[in-house]
């Protein structure tokens, strides 16, 4: 009954990731499909270039909502008395169940598979798992799209910090700040199968860094631009 249950709660997290932010707000909002237009990406740079601001953050909105949904629901299952007796650790089940909502976010069923990339979902879910490494991830996100002006570098050395900063973070807490992470080793398993998702989603981003294709971002207008 307990995998049973398990295995429901990843499914529903999957299909909530699934529900693209960028594809619906552009619909609702523009009637267009973002998939058209741009680079082609349905995530949120692409819908902030192509429909402006409103549009992009109606798109953040929801992408941040789909993050409660898939923790915090997650949270009030295992939180159940069926699962008083497991060994493992919520903080493993919520990462679990944000790694199916990341890949249902990136591959959506319920449109042919083609998705965003994921990181503004899975920042929204590291946020309510592990403040701490979020906000390490934070501030290397901004420095980096600060020095470059490219949100794919930012995006990539995001996806690398995870990685680093939990390992770092959960252990040095332990050691030194009374923390009481379990299953660390668990944890860092669980976030390389969505590392790998998310840097295989900006292939397209890393050969245009390569090949000096890739657009820098502004928030001002491009003919202000330096």
């Given amino acids: 009954m307990k995998i049973l249950i398990l295995i429901a709660v990843f499914v529903m997290s ?9 594809i619906i707000c552009t619909y609702i909002l523009k009637h267009k499909d973002i998939r058209n237009y741009g680079s ?5 740079t692409n819908v ?12 953040m909105v929801m992408d941040l909502m789909k993050g409660v949904i898939v923790v915090f629901g997650t949270r009030a299952v295992y939180s159940l008395d069926i699962f008083a ?11 679990i169940s944000s790694l199916f909502a990341v890949t249902g976010h990136c591959f959506p069923v319920f449109y042919k598979f083609r998705g965003g990339k994921g990181i ?4 929204m879910c590291m946020l309510l798992i592990d403040p701490v ?26 996806c690398v910090g995870y990685i680093v900063y939990t390992l770092l973070w959960q252990n040095l807490s332990n050691a ?12 860092v398993l669980i976030i390389i199968p969505m590392f790998i998702i998310c840097v295989g989603r900006h292939f397209s ?10 657009k820098k971002f502004y928030f001002h207008k491009k003919g202000e631009e330096e």
């Fill in 85 to 95: 007796d497991c060994t493992l650790d919520s903080l493993s089940v919520c990462m």
């Fill in 133 to 158: 490494v979020f906000a390490l991830e934070a501030v290397t996100f901004v420095i980096t799209v600060a020095a470059t002006k490219y949100i794919s570098i930012g995006s990539l050395s995001a």
């Fill in 205 to 214: 981003n890393i050969k245009h860094l390569i090949s000096g294709e890739e």
């Fill in 48 to 59: 902030y270039r192509c429909f402006g601001p409103f549009a992009a953050a109606a798109t």
């Fill in 14 to 22: 999957y299909i909530v990731g699934s529900l693209n932010s960028a």
């Fill in 176 to 187: 030194y700040f009374g923390g009481n992470y379990e299953n660390i080793g668990i944890h």
């Fill in 120 to 123: 503004l979902l899975a920042a």
């Fill in 40 to 44: 082609f990406n349905a995530g949120l």
